[in-house]
């Protein structure tokens, strides 16, 4: 039996994300306790240790008294709310995502750039005068993206300086109370009543699109060591720049010299995640950092490639349990996605969470889900990123 690990999984949204992490690592040998709001799917969970829920006094109030309570080894935030509540606490147990430059999207660019990794040109627009100098001295489309926005908001695609100059002042500008209702009964946070009321100050950020197919990568560090990484490529998202569902592993010395990069130079610990662009000679540019798990983290593709055991045992301070791996080489769907009715099966693996019927209950809308939008295949082939 391991030696006392005991993590405390914050989620506040309703993602998938922190159930299959719950399960996880419980699976690896630790002692899982969660913190979320009432209604979560992480309540239908069989098997885990104490439930700590969200109050009406406000999320970092919440988690102190969890962590008071429950005496963790480590703090997991598994989306971007409960994230604002581990920084705004910033207990002992979790340091790794305090460093502000893994709030801004501009900022993280330039750091990795700065350590050798390829990304496309990212900049911070302060005011429309930077949009009309960016297309001055760029052509072709690029992407206004909002720091602090997730979940495939925030960002917009455009072609020319006026279509840009238009989004810009969408996502700086004060948003409607409309808006504002839709955000608060959708996720229950209040960013966009925040800007109205000209309490937060957003930041807009131009990045080139660089064409290709998205992939990512999902590491664990710690004190700056990427202890195992695995890397995907999407070959079925979800609409507007969501997350992928349907994903096939690959190798990419790339990813992982980014991941190692990023991770000495910021002294990361925990669970992140990266996305990049497969370009049509298989050159991987970073596009953003997630300071916290992604959907893939989960996943065990085999030796060096799954973060949650290898996260536990430098937890525990010796080797997990070794976790049944993920058949090589095999696309892998995704849940909740695969309980679309539409979704490929066929030479897939469907990564059902297996024993918990309540978790497959709690996603039941995706039973009726529309198709997601598929990646045509690429008519160049993908030296630098090699299925596995």
Not at 171 to 192: D, Q, Y
Not at 238 to 265: C, D, F, K, N, W
Request: proline share 9%.
């Amino acid at each position: 039996m391991l030696p006392r690990c005991k993590v405390l999984i914050v989620s506040w949204l309703k993602w998938p994300t922190s159930a299959r992490l719950a399960l996880a690592m419980s699976e690896a040998g630790a002692e899982v306790e969660v913190l979320c709001p009432p209604a979560h799917p992480l309540l239908s969970l069989k098997g885990l240790g104490r439930r700590h829920a969200y109050g009406l006094r406000g999320g970092a109030r919440s988690l102190a008294r969890a962590v008071k309570r429950g005496a963790p080894d480590f703090v997991i935030p598994c989306d971007d709310v409960a994230l604002a509540h581990v920084r705004a606490l910033d207990e002992k147990c979790f340091t790794a995502s305090c460093d502000p430059l893994l709030l801004s999207r501009a900022g993280l660019i330039a750091l990795a750039q700065a350590e050798g990794v390829r990304a496309p040109r990212t900049a911070l627009t302060l005011d429309e005068a930077a949009i009309a100098n960016w297309f001055e001295a760029e052509s072709g489309p690029a992407f206004l993206k909002l720091d602090g926005a997730f979940g495939g908001a925030g960002v917009v695609k455009v072609n020319r300086a006026d279509e840009a100059l238009e989004a810009f002042r969408q996502l700086s500008g004060r948003p409607t109370w409309a808006s504002i209702a839709k955000e608060a009964v959708r996720h229950w946070t209040f960013s966009g009543a925040l800007r109205r009321l000209g309490l937060s100050d957003p930041k807009v950020s131009i990045q080139a699109a660089i064409e290709g197919r998205p992939a990512n990568c999902c590491f664990a560090a710690w004190r700056g060591e990427v202890l195992a990484m695995s890397a995907v490529e999407a070959l079925q998202t979800a609409p507007h720049y969501g997350v992928a569902t349907l994903v096939q592993p690959i190798e990419s010395p790339q990813m992982r010299h980014a991941a190692e990069r990023i991770a000495a130079r910021l002294s990361l610990t925990g669970f992140f995640g990266l996305d990049f662009i497969l370009d049509r000679v298989g050159e991987a540019w970073l596009i953003e950092l997630n300071a916290r798990p992604t959907p893939i983290s989960h996943l065990n593709l085999g030796p060096g490639r799954d973060p949650v055991s290898a996260l536990v045992g430098q937890i525990a301070g010796c080797p997990a349990p070794v976790r049944p791996a993920l058949p090589p080489g095999v696309a892998i769907g995704l849940f909740p996605h695969i309980l679309e009715p539409d979704f490929p099966s066929e030479g897939v693996f469907q990564d059902h969470p297996v024993g918990q019927p309540g978790l497959a209950k709690a996603f039941a809308a995706y039973a009726r889900a529309p198709k997601r939008a598929a990646w045509p295949a690429l008519e160049l082939p993908l030296p630098s990123a090699q299925p596995v």
